[in-house]
C-alpha cells in the first residue's frame, strides 16, 4: 500500500471524526468506509466507525465492527492499545444488547491487552449487573419457604450444617426474609462460628429493626463473647420489639443467664467459708457505694428482692422492667444479689 494511500486515508479519517463531533453520523460512515477503503491496515478507522453505530444505537452493527476491528488487528499486529479499545467498545455494544456475559468476556479481553480505570470500572459494574440479574432470576419466595422448612426440620435434628445449607438456599432465594438468617445465625453459634452468626444477626436488625429475635440472636453472640453487659443491652431491645410476649420466656432465660455471669459471686459455694467471707467483703463493699445503698432502700425494690427471695420464678416478671432489671444487675455487680 502506498504512503499516499495512507495519506489520504488519514484525511477521510480525519473529516470522518469532524462529522462526528457535529453529530452528523451518516456523513462521518462515509468518511470512515472511504478511509477503509484506502487504508485497510488502521484499525483505529474501524473503532471510530463502531462509536458512530453505537451513537446511533445500532448495537448489532457496532458489535460486528469491532469483532471485525480485533481480528484485522492481529493479523497486522497493530498497536495493542487499540485492540483494547476495540474490545472495549464491543462490551459497550453487548451491555446495550443485554449480553452480559459476553461483554464481561470482551471487557477482560481489553484488560489483558491493555489494562485502563475506564475499561476495569466497565468491567465491575457489569459484573454487578450479571450478579443482580442473575438473583432476580433466582428469587423465589415459596421455593424460599420450602428451604427454610428443610432447614428447620434438620436444626431439630441437630445437623446444624445441614440446616445451614437450607438457610443460606431460602436467603438467595428471598434475601429479605429475616427468618433464614435469624435461624442461620442460631446455627453458626451451636458450631461456635461466632463471626458468622453475628453477620447473620446485624442483617436481621438491619432488614427489621422490630424483629425481636435479631437482637435475641445479637444478644447470644455477644454473650459468647463475653460482653455480658452488651448482651443485656439487645436483650431489653429484644423485650420493647416482643410486643405480642411471644418471645419473653427465651428473653427472661437469656437475662438471668447474663445476669450471673455477670456476677463474680456467683460460683461461690454457698455455705462454705470462702463464700461467707466473700460474702461479707461484697457487704463492707456495698456499704460504701451510695447506688447500691438507695436500692437496697428503697421500698418497691425491697419487696421485689423480697419476692425474688420467696420465688426466683418471680425474677423472670421483674427484670422484664428495665428499670428494675438495671437495679439487680448493679446489685448482682457489686457482689450482693446471686442467682442460682
Given at each position: 500500500?502506498?504512503?499516499?494511500?495512507?495519506q489520504?486515508?488519514?484525511?477521510?479519517?480525519?473529516l470522518?471524526?469532524q462529522?462526528?463531533?457535529?453529530?452528523?453520523f451518516?456523513?462521518?460512515?462515509a468518511?470512515?468506509?472511504?478511509?477503509w477503503?484506502?487504508?485497510?491496515?488502521?484499525?483505529?478507522?474501524l473503532?471510530?466507525?463502531?462509536?458512530?453505530?453505537?451513537e446511533?444505537?445500532?448495537y448489532?452493527?457496532?458489535?460486528k465492527?469491532?469483532?471485525?476491528?480485533?481480528?484485522k488487528?492481529?493479523?497486522?499486529?497493530?498497536?495493542?492499545?487499540?485492540?483494547a479499545?476495540?474490545?472495549?467498545?464491543?462490551g459497550?455494544?453487548?451491555?446495550?444488547?443485554?449480553?452480559?456475559e459476553?461483554?464481561?468476556?470482551?471487557?477482560?479481553?481489553?484488560l489483558?491487552?491493555?489494562?485502563?480505570?475506564?475499561?476495569l470500572?466497565?468491567?465491575?459494574?457489569?459484573?454487578k449487573?450479571q450478579?443482580e440479574?442473575?438473583?432476580?432470576?433466582?428469587?423465589?419466595?415459596?421455593?424460599?419457604?420450602?428451604?427454610?422448612?428443610e432447614?428447620?426440620k434438620?436444626?431439630?435434628?441437630q445437623?446444624w450444617p445441614?440446616?445451614?445449607?437450607q438457610?443460606?438456599?431460602?436467603?438467595?432465594?428471598?434475601?429479605?426474609?429475616?427468618?433464614?438468617?435469624?435461624?442461620?445465625?442460631?446455627c453458626?453459634?451451636?458450631?461456635?462460628?461466632v463471626?458468622?452468626?453475628?453477620k447473620?444477626?446485624?442483617?436481621?436488625?438491619?432488614l427489621?429493626?422490630?424483629f425481636?429475635?435479631?437482637?435475641?440472636?445479637?444478644?447470644?453472640?455477644?454473650?459468647?463473647?463475653?460482653?455480658?453487659?452488651?448482651?443485656?443491652?439487645?436483650?431489653?431491645?429484644?423485650?420493647?420489639?416482643?410486643?405480642?410476649g411471644?418471645?419473653?420466656?427465651?428473653?427472661?432465660?437469656q437475662?438471668?443467664k447474663?445476669?450471673?455471669?455477670?456476677?463474680p459471686?456467683?460460683g461461690?459455694?454457698a455455705?462454705?467459708a470462702?463464700?461467707?467471707?466473700?460474702?461479707?467483703?461484697?457487704?463492707?463493699?456495698?456499704?460504701?457505694?451510695p447506688?447500691v445503698q438507695?436500692?437496697l432502700?428503697?421500698?418497691?425494690?425491697?419487696?421485689?428482692?423480697q419476692?425474688?427471695?420467696?420465688?426466683?420464678?418471680?425474677?423472670?416478671?421483674?427484670?422484664?422492667?428495665?428499670?428494675?432489671?438495671n437495679?439487680?444487675?448493679?446489685l448482682?455487680?457489686?457482689?450482693?444479689?446471686r442467682?442460682?
Amino acid at each position: 500500500m502506498s504512503d499516499d494511500n495512507k495519506q489520504q486515508a488519514l484525511a477521510e479519517k480525519d473529516l470522518g471524526n469532524q462529522a462526528y463531533k457535529k453529530r452528523q453520523f451518516e456523513d462521518a460512515l462515509a468518511h470512515y468506509e472511504k478511509a477503509w477503503s484506502l487504508d485497510d491496515t488502521n484499525i483505529s478507522i474501524l473503532t471510530n466507525k463502531a462509536a458512530v453505530l453505537f451513537e446511533q444505537e445500532k448495537y448489532d452493527d457496532c458489535l460486528k465492527v469491532c469483532e471485525e476491528a480485533v481480528e484485522k488487528g492481529r493479523s497486522v499486529r497493530a498497536d495493542y492499545k487499540l485492540i483494547a479499545r476495540a474490545l472495549q467498545r464491543a462490551g459497550n455494544a453487548s451491555v446495550k444488547l443485554g449480553q452480559l456475559e459476553k461483554a464481561i468476556e470482551f471487557y477482560e479481553k481489553s484488560l489483558t491487552e491493555h489494562r485502563t480505570s475506564d475499561t476495569l470500572e466497565k468491567l465491575r459494574e457489569t459484573q454487578k449487573l450479571q450478579k443482580e440479574k442473575e438473583k432476580a432470576a433466582y428469587h423465589d419466595p415459596e421455593l424460599a419457604d420450602k428451604a427454610r422448612e428443610e432447614g428447620n426440620k434438620l436444626f431439630k435434628e441437630q445437623n446444624w450444617p445441614g440446616a445451614i445449607e437450607q438457610y443460606t438456599e431460602a436467603i438467595k432465594r428471598n434475601d429479605k426474609d429475616v427468618r433464614p438468617y435469624s435461624n442461620r445465625a442460631a446455627c453458626y453459634l451451636k458450631l461456635m462460628a461466632v463471626y458468622e452468626a453475628e453477620k447473620d444477626a446485624n442483617k436481621c436488625i438491619e432488614l427489621d429493626p422490630t424483629f425481636a429475635r435479631g437482637y435475641i440472636r445479637k444478644a447470644a453472640v455477644e454473650f459468647a463473647k463475653k460482653e455480658y453487659q452488651k448482651a443485656i443491652d439487645f436483650l431489653q431491645q429484644a423485650q420493647e420489639n416482643d410486643k405480642e410476649g411471644k418471645a419473653a420466656r427465651e428473653i427472661n432465660q437469656q437475662l438471668q443467664k447474663a445476669y450471673a455471669a455477670m456476677n463474680p459471686m456467683a460460683g461461690a459455694a454457698a455455705g462454705g467459708a470462702g463464700g461467707e467471707e466473700s460474702q461479707e467483703e461484697a457487704l463492707k463493699r456495698a456499704a460504701q457505694d451510695p447506688e447500691v445503698q438507695r436500692i437496697l432502700g428503697d421500698p418497691v425494690m425491697q419487696q421485689i428482692l423480697q419476692q425474688m427471695q420467696q420465688d426466683p420464678q418471680a425474677a423472670q416478671e421483674h427484670l422484664k422492667n428495665p428499670q428494675v432489671a438495671n437495679n439487680i444487675r448493679k446489685l448482682m455487680n457489686a457482689g450482693i444479689l446471686r442467682v442460682a
